[in-house]
Nanobody, 122 residues
């Protein structure tokens, strides 16, 4: 189970934070991160934090503005979002995957959270 919190409404240039707590499975063997989906668009990779000590991967579209962290014995993953843009508006989903080679493929995700809305106004 993945329980998300955070999100909301912010003006362009503002900041928001998302958090996700995992439970019910061997969380320390799963990579955990975030995808997002805007209306009428495909779900896309945002960021992921690997469990195997190889660090994080970040989408080019958010690199330098978003930071992903993982802590609490690997059970919690957070996404700090700065300098938000209207194009960042989407529903953000916490994800957990054992996939190693295709971390960014939403079809490879094992578990999804319910999602939390992020809306950035101009």
């Amino acid at each position: 189970q993945l329980a998300e919190s955070g999100g909301g409404f912010v003006q362009a240039g503002g900041s928001l934070s998302l958090s996700c707590v995992a439970s019910g499975y061997a969380v320390n063997r799963y990579h955990m991160g975030w995808f997002r989906q805007a209306p009428d668009k495909a779900r896309e990779f945002v960021a992921i934090f690997r469990w195997d000590g190889e660090g994080a991967e970040i989408a080019d579209s958010v690199r330098g503005r978003f930071t992903i962290s993982r802590y609490n014995d690997h059970k919690t993953v957070s996404l700090a979002m700065n300098n938000l843009r209207p194009e960042d508006s989407a529903r953000y989903y916490c994800a957990a995957t054992t996939e190693t080679l295709e971390l960014r493929d939403p079809a490879r995700v094992n578990y999804w959270g319910q999602g939390t809305q992020v809306t950035v106004s101009t």
